[in-house]
Nanobody
Framework: EVQLVESGGGLVQPGGSTRLSCVASGFTFRTYAMSWVRQAPGKGLEWVSG????????SYADSVKGRFTISRDNAKNTLYLQMNSLKPEDTAVYYC?????????WGKGTLVTVSS
């Protein structure tokens, strides 16, 4: 059974930083690209960042480029999202996503609230 478990959310002040983690199990993590997707209160899903299976390739939404860094540790089956220079508009539930054989798998998400 595919499982994705996010952690690391919480209350952060504007301009602050935090790191999200996503521990994966139930599939061969090192062979799949992964993504982070977020949902702000009252809004739809927004793709944030993606990373290739080896970690060599990364991509970002314009809204987070230069502030967020995606990475992965295939030995630990873990995906990360380092979030710096946080803004109130980054407030959202952040989800880890894996697309395996055409099927999207999601974690339960972790809430990041950026507020003073």
């Amino acid at each position: 059974e595919v499982q994705l478990v996010e952690s690391g959310g919480g209350l952060v002040q504007p301009g602050g930083s935090t790191r999200l983690s996503c521990v994966a199990s139930g599939f061969t993590f090192r062979t799949y690209a992964m993504s982070w997707v977020r949902q702000a209160p009252g809004k739809g899903l927004e793709w944030v960042s993606g990373i290739s299976s080896t970690g060599a390739g990364t991509s970002y939404a314009d809204s987070v480029k230069g502030r967020f860094t995606i990475s992965r540790d295939n030995a630990k089956n873990t995906l990360y999202l380092q979030m710096n220079s946080l803004k109130p508009e980054d407030t959202a539930v952040y989800y880890c996503n894996a697309r395996i054989l055409g099927v999207d798998y999601w974690g339960k998400g972790t809430l990041v609230t950026v507020s003073s």
